[in-house]
Nanobody
Framework: VQLQASGGGLVQAGGSLSVSCAGS????????LAWFRQAEGKDREFVGR????????DYADSVKGRFTMSRDNADSLLSLQMTNLKPEDTAVYFC????????????????WGQGTQVTVSS
């Protein structure tokens, strides 16, 4: 599957933003999907995941209660809605997918979107 991230941008602290990831070329509904982010000079960090079997998403503690993931298998779309954004949320956000792997370690995902920048000003 090919993944294409979009959205992101610049927002003030406390604001909201959404990023999306469109899938093509594969059985999107059979992929575990996840969001990661990478701040400048830091390692790629798990944000949240949603498995293909319809389980509820789960999130990193740092974003729990503020970020919401959803998937629309009919439109092959993964979304991440971010509210109450903080300057420490500033990063490039990546979507990732894999038919078999769904752990928080990014090393196991075979398919990645190109990343989209989210910048939160204080």
């Amino acid at each position: 599957v090919q993944l294409q991230a979009s959205g992101g941008g610049l927002v003030q602290a406390g604001g909201s933003l959404s990023v999306s990831c469109a899938g093509s070329g594969g059985q999107f509904n059979r992929y575990h999907l996840a969001w990661f982010r990478q701040a400048e000079g830091k390692d790629r960090e798990f944000v949240g995941r949603i498995r293909w079997g319809g389980a509820r998403p789960d999130y990193a503690d740092s974003v729990k209660g503020r970020f919401t993931m959803s998937r629309d298998n009919a439109d092959s779309l993964l979304s991440l809605q971010m509210t109450n954004l903080k300057p420490e949320d500033t990063a490039v956000y990546f979507c990732a997918g894999d038919p078999f792997y769904s752990d928080p370690d990014p090393a196991g995902y075979h398919y990645w979107g190109q990343g989209t920048q989210v910048t939160v000003s204080s």
